[in-house]
């Protein structure tokens, strides 16, 4: 569906790569690693929003629809939480539904400060989720959120995903656990002066 | 909202009071009371000429603002968004800047003769460096994660223009139309005193050469209401509706 074959890219002094990356259909793969291995500056590379490297990325379809949930949730603040998810190109007839599934209800006519963090983060899940996409990006999802809160947002991952076997992902997280939760597969980033180590472990390759 | 308008009033009373005082005390015509003020307007405004006149200038205005701000927008954001664009205008813009207003209205009226494509011109382009200064700082000021979110998400121009980048420059836009409005009909009078033959700037000619310091009074202060009026009616709404993403109730969750 997607390949990547990323020979280097550079990012700030540290230098990302070589390494190859197929995403399947139905794919969950997760990139593990420490802060500032460039977990992030891959999914930026996977997204298509950074081009400034040296190898190949080919998309199988033209029209494959790819969705990015960032780290921070990035809704306009000066649109209310429906329009932020018709800006994005859900129908509008389509808001209500994209809220119910990700837990929120009667949030469709705030402004994205009168929301938590939590709240916000669900927003941007049903944006990213609303387009109908055929691969999602998370980067950390539930980084910086109480552990309460962080648990129900990973059950709510978790049964998303469930629903959409079609659906592939690709998931940055510092937290193992949280891989070991959503992802099938897991890509270890990271090691000596931010070379990347290629895939060391193959949890359950059941990915088609 | 009431409270606001007393206290306006009242500031407005005390000046007035002042004023009068202190000219009944000196008893000198070249500081005519509010009263003989008043008087000289009401007179001004019967003759139609006031009107006239205010309506002149309102036009030279309106169309001096609507170019300058313009082209000023355009030229602030293409500097703020290319830096070698920036690198290539702004000793331009510095000149232009640092340009005294008068020096540009006698150069445009040598050049051009005294004519109002002249006049508006030569206001428009003392406006426009500000307008693009102003523009320029917010250009440079938007949040580069909104602009990756819009990438992701496909935003066509039309979106990114509405939805993107107006509500992040519109800071910028309120003070560089506030600040506009007040230079632009102060240099509009310049131009007028200079080489129109209509206009508060004529008239305000026509009343030094005579040392009618009412009359001068009277025109100014009626200007100086027309922009009140237009901040009460337009740009104040414009705001209020523009920010209500900041004003609404407060988070319902910390």
Not at chain 2, 102 to 116: C, S
Request: charge should be neutral; hydrophobic fraction near 50%.
């Amino acid at each position: 569906m997607l390949e990547l074959r990323l020979e280097s890219k550079a990012y700030g002094r540290r230098v990302l790569g070589p390494l190859e990356l197929g995403i399947e259909p139905g794919q969950r793969l997760a990139l593990v690693g420490p802060s500032g291995c460039g977990k992030t500056t891959l999914l930026n590379i996977l997204s298509g929003l950074d081009t400034d490297f040296i190898g190949t990325r080919v998309l199988q379809r033209q029209d494959l629809l790819i969705a990015y949930m960032f780290q921070e949730p990035r809704l306009l603040p000066w649109r209310t939480v429906a329009q932020n998810l018709v800006l994005a190109g859900t129908p509008e007839e389509a808001v209500g539904t994209a809220l119910e599934e990700v837990g929120l209800d009667d949030v469709a006519h705030l402004y994205p400060r009168q929301l938590s963090l939590g709240m916000a983060r669900r927003v941007a899940l049903a944006r990213a989720l609303a387009i109908k996409p055929d691969l999602l990006l998370l980067d950390e999802p539930l980084v910086s959120l109480d552990p309460q809160t962080a648990a129900q947002l990973r059950l709510l991952l978790k049964k998303l995903l469930a629903e959409r076997p079609w659906l592939s992902m690709v998931l940055v997280s510092h937290d193992p656990l949280d891989a070991e939760a959503l992802a099938d597969s897991c890509l270890y980033l990271g090691g000596e002066k931010g070379r990347v180590l290629l895939p060391s472990e193959e949890k359950t390759a059941s990915a088609g | 909202m009431i409270a606001r308008l007393r206290d306006y009033l009242l500031v407005i009373a005390i000046l007035g009071g002042l004023w009068q005082l202190s000219a009944a005390w000196l008893n000198d015509p070249l500081l005519p009371t509010p009263y003989q003020v008043l008087a000289a307007f009401w007179s001004e405004l019967d003759q139609g000429a006031l009107l006239h006149h205010l309506l002149v200038t309102l036009r030279r205005v309106a169309i001096a603002f609507l170019f300058a701000m313009l082209l000023g927008v355009l030229l602030g954001w293409y500097m703020g968004r290319y830096r070698q664009a920036n690198r290539w205008l702004d000793p331009l813009l510095v000149l232009f800047l640092n340009l005294p207003a008068l020096v540009l209205i006698i150069l445009l009226y040598v050049w051009m003769g005294l004519v109002e494509s002249a006049a508006v011109l030569a206001v428009i382009l003392n406006k426009v460096p500000n307008v693009a200064v102003a523009i320029r700082e917010g250009a440079r000021s938007l949040d580069p994660q909104l602009e990756q979110m819009a990438q992701a998400y496909n935003f066509d121009l039309r979106r990114r223009v509405l939805d993107l980048w107006l509500p992040q420059l519109f800071p910028y836009l309120m003070g560089a139309m506030r600040s506009g409005l007040a230079l632009i009909w102060k240099i509009v009078l310049v131009v007028e005193l200079l080489g129109r033959s209509d206009g508060i700037g004529f008239q305000l000619h026509q009343a030094f050469q005579i040392f009618d310091v009412a009359a001068i009074l009277a025109y100014s202060f009626s200007f100086i209401l027309v922009v009140q009026l237009i901040e009460w009616a337009l740009l104040q709404p414009l705001e209020r509706r523009a920010r209500r993403w900041q004003t609404q109730e407060e988070p319902r969750h910390a």
